[in-house]
């Protein structure tokens, strides 16, 4: 398990980071990843974070449940993807004359 402190920077607000939580398959359904992370929470709220965020990769029912089940709440989605092709964002600068003529739509 990995964790950090990080700061908003819109608020100055510390909040808690959990970077991963894993569990080797055979030592799962112990209560372990339980207890890793309520030891995070606490040392996370002795360093000052007011709150944790961590990801969730959206195909992860299991690790989704887990922390739900912690106390946390879907906040926001993050979106990923290839870039768009270029032809999409192609842009044509004008010449002085051509932009007389021009009108923005």
């Known amino acids: 398990m990995s964790f950090q402190i990080r700061t908003n920077p819109f608020t100055q607000k510390a909040y808690g980071f959990i970077e991963d939580l894993y569990i080797a398959p055979s030592f799962r359904r112990r209560g372990y990843a339980q207890e890793l992370a309520q030891a995070a929470f606490r040392e996370l709220r002795q360093r000052g974070a007011q709150h944790i965020e961590l990801d969730v990769l959206a ?4 690790a989704l449940a887990f922390w739900q089940k912690q106390g946390l709440t879907l906040h926001h989605y993050v979106l990923t993807g290839p870039f768009p092709s270029e032809e999409r964002y192609e842009t ?3 010449s002085p004359n051509e932009s ?3 009108k923005l739509v």
Request: aromatic share 10%.
């Open 100 to 102: 007389k003529n021009h």
């Open 92 to 94: 044509h600068f004008l």
């Open 59 to 62: 195909h992860n029912e299991h």
